[in-house]
């Protein structure tokens, strides 16, 4: 028997082994498959980085046409749900007791001071506990008063002065939703899950139940045992990753406007550097709960921090920045906002590649350096 074939042998019996293993262990599974489904309907329906229905206070201290006008435009607002209060001290109780997020505030000579002067400012006090969503809500009364502005104008028959005209473009995301911004950056944490949580268990398991010694006995070569690993998570969490990519365009109305193959060819060069963390975490460790905890501190949450996934990278101090230049997951989110959003961005696409491609033969490299058949090993 010709030694090529011999090594072809010993690779398919390691891979059968490791998918009856796989197959006997329901968890694998279940982090492959039923993790993402449950990962991808709890941030696409249950988180939202969009304000909606704001619970505000109207404040009118004498009311008449021009603010029954106004109070209107804020009813018929997707951002706001007003509720009427008779002074401004009863508005800022029901401030204080977080039953409303925020005031506007029509004074008494709100109208006199609109039609002679033209000049009829309005009080706005907005929780700033959350600076983010205050913010926004600061923006969307802006956007209500400016648009109520131009409609008293017209309808009095007079130009409204405005320095400065903006005509917004929103290119990518129309609709300005955070679900198509969130989804596909989710894959990338739900790969890491799948590939860095699996494989840094499957050595730390054969030391624990005492296998491995049976493995150093046989003929297989150290990188036959290392694909022999590898090749079944891999194909477990492609798996994964095309459940998650059909959920995210049927389920989430999510576009996919890029290439479906430029998605896979990353999609597998992510795999491939997520398996080689695991992987080389499994050697080091040689336990299994501790491989998993290092697992989850070394790979999931830096996917989840510092990969722009939630977090804007470039509003980040400039030290963290640099640090995630070394979270893999950074360069995999940049892939999947590009090509669900905007297309085939090859520079974009390109750049970030090249850096998956490096981290990838760093990692599985440490992971074949680190792994010998030695009980001192």
Do not use: C
């Amino acid at each position: 028997m010709t030694p090529s074939r011999l090594k072809r042998m010993r690779l398919r019996g390691m891979i059968r082994k490791e998918s009856l293993q796989i197959l006997r262990d329901p968890s694998s599974i279940a982090i492959a498959f039923v993790l993402p489904v449950v990962l991808l309907l709890l941030f696409g329906y249950g988180v939202s980085l969009d304000a909606r229905r704001i619970p505000l206070a109207m404040v009118v201290e004498q009311a008449d046409s021009n603010t029954q006008s106004l109070i209107a435009a804020f009813q018929h607002s997707e951002y706001f749900q007003p509720q009427s209060f008779d002074s401004l001290h009863s508005a800022q109780q029901a401030f204080d007791l977080r039953e409303v997020y925020a005031i506007v505030w029509l004074r008494n000579d709100f109208s006199e001071r609109l039609l002679s002067q033209g000049d009829a400012p309005i009080g706005v006090i907005v929780n700033g506990v959350d600076a983010n969503q205050a913010r926004i809500t600061e923006g969307y009364i802006q956007g209500v008063w400016q648009s109520w502005l131009g409609s008293f104008a017209m309808a009095q028959g007079i130009a409204l002065h405005q320095p400065v005209v903006m005509q917004p473009r929103i290119w990518f995301n129309a609709e300005v939703s955070s679900r198509k911004f969130l989804v596909p950056g989710l894959i990338a944490v739900i790969m890491t899950l799948i590939g860095a949580m699996l494989t840094s268990m499957v050595v730390a398991r054969e030391w624990e139940r005492g296998t491995m010694e049976a493995l150093m006995v046989t003929p297989i070569r150290i990188g036959e045992l290392v694909i022999g690993k590898l090749f079944p998570y891999f194909i477990l969490g492609m798996g994964g990753m095309l459940l998650s990519v059909a959920m995210a365009v049927w389920q989430f109305d999510v576009p996919l406007r890029g290439s479906l193959w430029a998605l896979m060819l990353a999609s597998a060069l992510f795999m491939m550097v997520a398996l080689g963390m695991g992987l080389l975490i499994s050697v080091v460790a040689k336990n299994q709960f501790v491989a998993g905890q290092i697992a989850i501190i070394v790979t999931f949450l830096p996917a989840f921090i510092l990969s722009g996934f939630i977090f804007e990278i470039n509003s980040m101090p400039e030290a963290i920045q640099w640090i995630t230049h070394i979270v893999p997951a950074r360069y995999y989110v940049a892939i999947l906002q590009s090509l669900f959003l905007a297309g085939d961005i090859w520079p974009i696409l390109l750049s970030n590649s090249a850096a998956l491609l490096l981290l990838m033969l760093i990692f599985l490299g440490l992971a074949r350096k680190k792994t010998h058949k030695r009980l001192d090993a």
